[in-house]
């Protein structure tokens, strides 16, 4: 093969391959198909369509993270039995999170919060400014 193909055919291939190289990387090891655990809840958006889900996420994480006054927290799913939306700004809702232990506890969540789930036709995927409860079986 002449040089110049050579080159002209490894640069093609670099130029194919770059997108999906970067996007492995973007992801961070997250799976929104397969998270680490399977959690099953219905969400119920704010037109009142309730929709069953199995393999529950967040990006591919297990947990619900919001700012509580100045701080950040972090729930595991494990410890959430219901989680309510109400719409505070253009950027955020403000979360009633209801804890299997009985405790509730208030946090602010970023409207744009990307929640997944398995559907028996697909996966299903909302914004939490579209959510008005997520209902966690058990």
Known sequence: ?????????????????????????????RDVIHPAVDFQATLVDKDGVSVDVNRLNIGGDVQLEGDMGRGNLRIQFDNIASVEFTSESHEYSQTTVHLKNGEAVNMRVRN????????????YQIRARDLRSITFKS
């Open 112 to 123: 744009s919060l990307m929640i997944y789930g398995q559907t028996k036709v697909g996966i």
């Open 1 to 29: 093969m002449q040089p110049r193909r050579l080159g002209t055919a490894s640069l093609l291939l670099l130029a194919t391959t770059t997108p999906f190289l970067l996007a492995l990387g973007s992801t961070g090891g």
